[in-house]
């Protein structure tokens, strides 16, 4: 029995996902939705035997514990595709207010790793397909937690319903790439009220080395400025509080 009434889902979020489909267990949401999901459509797991990562990193998430879904973009080259896991970064802190996010998609609850966002382009085929995943911890307990600096809504005390959570968020999700696709400058003045990043002293880890120094800010293109220069890949490590 999933903890997800998935039909109350599906009557919530038809406007922006017109096919909502639940599995009790997957390899990897992604590449489920990869490989057979339909443009418009939204997966969501019990759990993750596979789940993939930034950087290649791997994981899997305990039944029960987490709220693991996929969407498969229609439009995928509407506007600029890297954009789309900061979009999808919004969404989740739509829901959460009380998350912020560290550049580019970590979302992160009293500083620590509330909630992952992968996104992965196909131009393999006809045409081009792009799916996005997130994975919420919901109800992790401390010894369940895959890495020390991690949480989860549980043990941060946030009341949760999993269906009104899934709903919610693909709700959210719906209407922040609708604003994605539109171009609405209103998404990145958003997304940076909501990024811990900014103003911050950072490491930047990336492919030509380590960079140290402070956020400028995030540009148009998503990219993180440190420095007064604009990275579109990396991975983030706050070095001071704000």
Not at 193 to 199: K, L, N, R, T
Request: glycine share 10%.
């Amino acid at each position: 029995m999933t903890l997800i009434d998935i039909d109350a889902v599906r009557a919530r979020v038809t406007e922006w996902w017109p096919t909502v489909t639940y599995i009790d267990s997957v390899g990897s949401t992604n590449t489920a939705q990869l490989s057979s999901g339909t443009p418009g459509s939204a997966l969501i797991a019990g759990e993750q035997t596979a789940g993939k990562g930034r950087l290649g990193r791997a994981w899997q998430s305990p039944k029960g514990t987490q709220l693991s879904l996929s969407v498969l973009i229609d439009d995928p080259l509407a506007a600029d595709i890297g954009l789309i896991p900061l979009t999808v970064g919004v969404a989740v802190t739509d829901v959460i207010p009380e998350a912020r996010l560290k550049w580019p998609n970590d979302v992160l609850l009293n500083g620590k790793k509330l909630a992952g966002i992968l996104s992965e382009a196909d131009f393999s085929g006809d045409a081009p397909r792009v799916v996005v995943g997130i994975g919420l911890n919901v109800a992790l307990t401390a010894e369940q937690l895959p890495v020390e600096h991690a949480t989860s809504l549980k043990l941060a005390g946030i009341d949760f319903d999993w269906t009104d959570l899934a709903a919610d968020l693909l709700a959210a999700m719906g209407r922040r790439l609708a604003q994605w696709r539109a171009g609405d400058p209103a998404l990145l003045k958003d997304y940076r009220a909501v990024c811990s990043s900014i103003g911050q002293e950072v490491k930047l880890m990336t492919p030509a080395g380590d960079i140290f120094g402070t956020v400028d800010g995030v540009n148009d293109h998503g990219e993180i400025v440190v420095n007064s220069v604009a990275y579109s890949a990396g991975d983030v490590t706050h070095l001071r509080p704000r």
